[in-house]
Nanobody, 131 residues
């Protein structure tokens, strides 16, 4: 059984930082896209960032505009994990953050932000930014 387990959520003041991690079990996602989404109360789940496989052992990150320059997605190829470093956090970043993985290596750019293109999801971890 494939599972994605997130960790690292919590509460922080505006301007603070948090680091989320996602550890898959049951299979490796080496060479496959892994992403972070978030869902705030009363809102739809939205794309945050993806580590997209571009061939060989290379990955390229993509971000939604609202987090560019503040969030960094990274992969540990040896540990098969993906992380999200979140800096300069704002109250509007408050949400449940979900790790997601796709079973399609060749996820095209127009598809990376759509939830239906990800086959595996974590249980979510709460991030609260408040003074």
């Amino acid at each position: 059984q494939v599972q994605l387990v997130e960790s690292g959520g919590g509460s922080v003041q505006p301007g603070g930082s948090l680091r989320l991690s996602c550890a898959p079990s049951g299979r490796s996602f080496s060479g496959y896209p892994m992403a972070w989404f978030r869902q705030a109360p009363g809102k739809e789940r939205e794309f945050v960032a993806v580590s997209r496989f571009i061939g060989g052992s290379a990955y390229t990150p993509y971000y939604t505009n609202s987090v560019k320059g503040r969030f960094t997605i990274s992969r540990d190829k040896d540990k098969n994990t993906v992380s999200l470093q979140m800096n300069s956090l704002k109250p509007e970043d408050t949400a449940v953050y979900y790790c997601a993985a796709s079973s399609s290596r060749g996820l095209i750019l127009s598809s990376i932000s759509k939830t239906e293109n990800y086959d595996f999801w974590g249980q979510g971890t709460q991030v609260t930014v408040s003074s």
